[in-house]
């Protein structure tokens, strides 16, 4: 599917099948019914990330189904009524069973393969023991800022753009090259 493509087949105000249409010159699946002006815009979802930091390390988590040795940001999607700022701290709080100050923003960052933005946020953890979410996670660890390297995809911008404000330049993985995406 492509990013333009949107995954609805009907209407969802009035179940009639979709079509694709000319909307505002683009290419669009909408509903061919005149009583109705549903377009399926397709528009990008909003993610957060946290660089969650503990002393000198940074906490990387790997989600239920994510290739072995594949590990990466704690991410979420941002909810309706909070803040970006806010629903990074519950993303942390859900994931990892602990509070965190949000540092700063790292930027933002189109995601195309998902259709997903990424609000990247460096965030210092409160002290305490990690309690992973086991419903969204399956593990954890902890890599020293030092030895943390940026990848290509994903999340791995903000890591890169983060370490460069710590004046740390690192190769980017190609996780093609490594055979761990497509």
């Not at 002006?37 to 397709?42: E, H, K």
């Not at 969650?52 to 990387?60: F, H």
């Not at 969204?136 to 370490?163: C, F, H, M, R």
């Amino acid at each position: 599917m492509s990013i333009a493509e949107t995954r609805y087949m009907y209407c969802p105000i009035c179940a009639t099948p979709l079509s694709n249409q000319q909307v505002n010159k683009e290419n669009r699946k909408a509903c061919p019914n005149s009583s109705c002006d549903y377009v399926a815009w397709n528009n990008p979802t909003p993610v957060l990330a946290a660089i969650a930091q503990t002393g000198d390390s940074v906490v990387l988590v790997q989600a239920i189904g994510w290739p072995k040795g594949w590990f990466g940001l704690v991410t979420g999607f941002h909810e309706a009524g909070e803040t970006a700022e806010e629903g990074v701290v519950r993303e942390v709080k859900e994931e990892l069973g602990l509070g965190c100050r949000v540092e700063s923003l790292v930027g933002v960052y189109s995601f195309f393969q998902l259709n997903q933005v990424i609000i990247a946020y460096h965030v210092l953890l409160d002290k305490g023991d990690i309690t992973l979410d086991k419903t969204e996670l399956v593990n954890y660890k902890k890599i020293p800022i030092e030895k943390l390297q940026p990848w290509d995809s994903g999340t791995g911008k903000a890591v890169q753009d983060w370490l460069k404000t710590k004046g740390i330049e690192k190769e980017v993985i190609d996780l093609k090259k490594r055979g761990e995406i497509n």
